[in-house]
Each structure stands twice: as structure tokens, then as C-alpha cells.
């Protein structure tokens, strides 16, 4: 046989071979993605909860009477600085597991706007801690500015104060536009966020930009059509509108807010901004304004300009608001 005809058979076993070396692969690539299962879906993240830890305690506040409509919470572990809360609230039985006539209810408050003034919020949160209130939600501006010097003097404002904490962040709560502080300080886990309790579902939402964007809308949109509880009640800052009629409201989204309040079947609806009382039923909503904890008050514009807090009481599905003047 000629050298040339060995390089040219020597040439084609060294092609067949490399043909062969490519099928052999292919076919073991195909078995393994047979065999193999197909990746599953990503586990979807669940809806979150949250209760708020107390303040650390300097001066223990009073102990709230006992009640027995509205028993006192275990004190859980206080958060300081950036810790946020990981553990899950005990809610109540559901209603409907519950024998007639055996649900005891509870009473939670609200307070907002207190600013500037920490010996009112003192006095509102010695008052909520001794009147059998469970829980305190803050309608927001709980600071003058939301610098690091501000967020430290609330903390020494709280101190004590045993009872879960729920904020909602307030136009003043910000520094330049972003809420670092506010979640390092203020207990909240979120600048929006949602809890349940008894039959209610309570809604906190962020405003503190001055009013509701789409993506907040939106946001409210999931929460809102994804509960079953039969009572909804939504927190913020900026009131889409003033019952005594100033301007002093929501910048923008005032209109598609309340026709979505209407839309999802919220009940309640709270704000503060307003240094005020004031209350109004649109379309089947009651809107509350509470935002006299200690901010300097619009007594000008406002017949019920008077510092206080709301103390609210749930039975089943019946709402009962005093206003606690201080």
C-alpha cells in the first residue's frame, strides 16, 4: 500500500472515530435528560405577618388592668436598632370555631402626628398601655425628621411601652425621600405591610411621598382581594380627602384610592397628617382622621382640633370608636 493511501485511510478512521465520539455523547446527554425529573416550579413566598416587638424598657410603663375582654399579650423580646421581628402573632380561633356567644372581642388604638411633642405621646401611650388596649397602630410623622439623633429620642420616648407597636411611615418619617431610618427604628418590618386579627384584616399602607402611587395601589389591590376576613381596615398617612375641607390631603391618587376602597369592601379607613379628629362616611367607607399625639394642632380649619387617640373595640364583626381625648 502507498504512503499516500495509509494518510488517507489513517485520515478517515480518525474522522469515523470522532463521528462515533459525538454520538456517544448525544445519546448520553439525551438518557440523562430523560431520567433526570423536570425542574420544579420556585416555591411560591408565602403572604407575611408580622407583631411588633415592645421598645426596650428604661421606665416600665403601668401594667394595663386586666380585662376580660381584652386579655394582655405575652411581652415578647424588645428589638433595637436595625433588628427587625422574624416570630409570627398568636391571633385569635377563627370565629367560626368559636361556641355562641364565647368570642370576648378586643380593644387596639390608634394615634397619630406625634411629632414634636413627646410628653403628649407620653401621656397617649401611658393611656393606651393602662386601658386594656392590645396593640397600637400609629398613623405616622412619628419623628420631625427622619435623621438618626430624631429616631434615638422616640426610642427614649417608648421606653416601656410593652404593648406590639404598628407604624405606618409619615411625609415627616423620611429623610430625602427614602425610609432607612424609619426601618431601622421604628419597628416596622416594611413600609407597607398586613396582620390579622379576630375578623379583622388590617392593612398598613406607605404614603409617605404624599400620596398613592400605582405601585402602591397595586399592592393594596393584591392585599385587599386576597383576604377572606369579613372586616378590612386600612391605615395611612395622607387622608385621600378632609371632612372639614382644607387641602391639606394626598397629592395624587386620592380618586382611584377611594374608588378601590369601594371596589375591595373596606370598611375603615385611617389617616393622620390633619393635627385633628374628624370622621366622614363616603360610599359606604368610614374615613378617620386621627392626628392629635402631640404635633402641633390646626385648630383654625378643624372644629375637633384636641389632642387624643382612638380606642377601638372588635366584637365579632361589630366596630365600636371612642375618642380619648388627653
Not at 478512521?13 to 416550579?41: E, F, K, N
Not at 398601655?129 to 410623622?141: P, Q
Request: aromatic fraction near 8%.
Amino acid at each position: 500500500m502507498s504512503k499516500r493511501k495509509r494518510q488517507k485511510r489513517s485520515l478517515s478512521q480518525t474522522i469515523i472515530g470522532l463521528v462515533s465520539v459525538v454520538i456517544t455523547a448525544s445519546m448520553i446527554i439525551s438518557l440523562v435528560i430523560i431520567v433526570l425529573p423536570p425542574p420544579s416550579a420556585p416555591t411560591p413566598t408565602p403572604r407575611p405577618t408580622w407583631t411588633l416587638a415592645p421598645r426596650p424598657s428604661a421606665t416600665p410603663m403601668p401594667s394595663p388592668a386586666p380585662s376580660v375582654s381584652s386579655p394582655t399579650p405575652t411581652p415578647t423580646e424588645p428589638i433595637i436598632g436595625p433588628v427587625l421581628p422574624t416570630h409570627t402573632p398568636t391571633v385569635t380561633q377563627p370565629l367560626s370555631a368559636m361556641p355562641a356567644g364565647a368570642d370576648p372581642g378586643f380593644t387596639f388604638a390608634v394615634c397619630g402626628d406625634s411629632r414634636d411633642n413627646p410628653a403628649t405621646f407620653r401621656q397617649i401611650l401611658e393611656a393606651v398601655t393602662a386601658d386594656g388596649s392590645e396593640f397600637l397602630i400609629h398613623t405616622g410623622d412619628l419623628v420631625n425628621q427622619g435623621a438618626e439623633s430624631k429616631w434615638q429620642a422616640l426610642q427614649e420616648t417608648m421606653a416601656g411601652f410593652a404593648l406590639p407597636f404598628y407604624p405606618v411611615p409619615g411625609n415627616h418619617d423620611g429623610l430625602d425621600g427614602g425610609l432607612d431610618g424609619y426601618l431601622e427604628y421604628s419597628g416596622a418590618p416594611a413600609a407597607h405591610y398586613f396582620f390579622d386579627r379576630g375578623a379583622v384584616h388590617f392593612t398598613l399602607a406607605d404614603s409617605h411621598n404624599g400620596g398613592i402611587s400605582a405601585s402602591e395601589l397595586a399592592w393594596l389591590r393584591d392585599d385587599l382581594s386576597a383576604t377572606t376576613q369579613p372586616v378590612k381596615m386600612v391605615f395611612l398617612h395622607h387622608p385621600p380627602f378632609d371632612p372639614d375641607g382644607t387641602g391639606h390631603i394626598m397629592a395624587f391618587g386620592n380618586d382611584e384610592f377611594m374608588a378601590l376602597m369601594v371596589e375591595q369592601k373596606v370598611d375603615y379607613v385611617c389617616a393622620g397628617h390633619i393635627h385633628a379628629y374628624a370622621r366622614e362616611e363616603r360610599d359606604g367607607v368610614v374615613y378617620l382622621i386621627s392626628g392629635g399625639a402631640g404635633a402641633p394642632l390646626y385648630s383654625q380649619d378643624h372644629p375637633q382640633a384636641f389632642y387624643h387617640y382612638l380606642r377601638v373595640t372588635v366584637r365579632g364583626e361589630e366596630v365600636t370608636i371612642e375618642v380619648v381625648r388627653i
